[in-house]
């Protein structure tokens, strides 16, 4: 079994897809105007429109009322990325912190709420 990607629904296709093109540096592929992705050699991040999951009714996600996932990305220079970013990020949870386990990170919340976490190893 592979993990094939994690979607984030979201009200706002549009809004989301500007903010993680700006993150990642690169263009979404956009089969639908519901639905977006970001492909990637470890996985692919989806962002979907909560009408991809109406079927679901009382039982579909709910955008905005996630607390438990954060959205990794491994990049060369947290840093960096956290000066390239800063204009675009609105919530800060935590700029860039060399963490007890040796991994540099930046957390902060994209515009639905979900936490995304930049961060980088320790060289060997």
Avoid at 4 to 17: E, F, Q
Avoid at 93 to 100: A, E, Y
């Amino acid at each position: 079994m592979d993990l094939a990607s994690i979607r984030i629904i979201t009200h706002d296709v549009d809004r989301l897809v500007r903010f993680y093109e700006a993150l990642t540096g690169t263009l979404a592929a956009r089969p639908a105007p519901v639905f977006a992705e970001f492909r990637t050699a470890g996985g692919t991040l989806a962002i979907a429109s909560t009408a991809t999951v109406a079927i679901l009714g009382d039982d579909a996600p709910k955008p905005g009322s996630n607390d438990t996932i954060i959205v990794e990305f491994l990049v060369t220079d947290v840093d960096a990325e956290f000066a390239r970013l800063h204009e675009v990020i609105e919530d800060i949870v935590l700029v860039p912190t060399t963490m007890p386990w040796g991994n540099r990170s930046t957390l902060f919340r994209d515009p639905d709420g979900n936490l995304v976490n930049l961060f980088s190893r320790p060289a060997p």
